[in-house]
């Protein structure tokens, strides 16, 4: 679509009107012609407010994104001389630019051209379009703003702030290098859909298509598997589950955690914590403290399964890239990178998660922990998620199934429930449990 886009040498009014039409072709033709009628009055609309403002925001946004906050954040796009543009635009399936983000972007940039950057929140998803005039040399602001924002904040925060920081990241010098350095950030304890991807992704990232594709598992990841999840089959039994990801899955995250130890360990000894800050360097102390847990419980690892252990190692490993960031930054920057909360039914699945109420759950009534989207999905259908396996006494159970007196990770559902995890392994209650 973007490449499409960049060569496109027609007139804009046409190329909106092919672009409708595009998007309906069995739609009856008196239906096509309003379609078509109604897609290029949105994008006039939005072009004109963009005229004023670099900041369009949608009335039906005007509590989650106060009018002072626009203007603030326009005034700042517009000193900066950067051609970003944000919109804040509920968008339907069906509807004005059939609901897509990119559609949008493309039509109203095609009404305004040069290079072009555009930010675009629609309900709680937030995109980055990217349109250059040819020159190599120009950053994808947007891309890379929105999914640094996806992968140091989340889907949970709030919109203005999300976007506050997208905009700060895709004004800033530098906005790929803050995408790597979120996205390192993310590789620990990543989900296995994101992992998929692979250390591969910087190169694709280069070709088109995979940013289209990016952007669609990237930012509206949670969409897609709400979507999926229902209507696969029904999960193995969980015994079996468990096997297959003990064998294929141990060493390898084994390896994993032993050189991501490693590599935490130089950032904590290279952080500098933000002058004169108690707060940054207590959180420069609570970053040594994790990274001396997981190294703590990485030495104790025997040669062969302890997976909820090595889970546990890549969970105090995020805890330490978490207080090192938050010790590196300013204090008025901090609320924006919060210490994350990984997937209580399997902290594998990666931080991407939300408070969620698990009814009836081990049969003890309900727990409100972090889920990752695809374990939300299937607490919502009744059905169990893939846990984390922990052997106790011989059989395989879900790790948060072990007596608490005998598990930190039970104990602490790896630091979700409690906060003292770090603490407990410090004193030693790890190698106290039997194993
Ligand atoms: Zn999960």
Known sequence: MFAEHRSARFRPAVAAALLAVALVPAAPSVGRADTVQEEMSATERVVAELEESPVHVDPSYASAFPEELAQEMGQRITESGVPLRVLAVPLIEGGDWNGQADLMAAAVHDRIGGEGHYL?????RLSGHDFSTGSATQVSRGFYASQAVSMEMGYDAPVAERVERAVEVALSDDPEGIYTAADEQRRTGVSDWYYSLGPGTYALFTVLPWVLAGLALLGLGVALFRWRRPRRAPSLPQHAAFDNANQARRDELADRAGRELVEVGERVGAAVPAADDPTAVEALHQALDAHAAARRVYDGLPEEGALADIAGVLVLLDAAEDHINR??????????TPVRSHCYANPLHGTVTKMT????????????VPLCAPCAGAVRDRRRPTVLPARHRGREVPYYEVPAEESVWAATGYGTLRKDLVDRI??????AGPR
Not at 357 to 368: K, L, M, S
């Open 327 to 336: 010790a590196v930054r300013p204090s008025g920057r901090r609320r924006s």
């Open 426 to 431: 410090l004193r030693g209650d790890h190698e």
């Open 357 to 368: 109420r698990w009814r009836e759950f081990g049969g003890r009534g309900d727990v409100t």
């Open 120 to 124: 675009v929140l629609d309900g709680e």
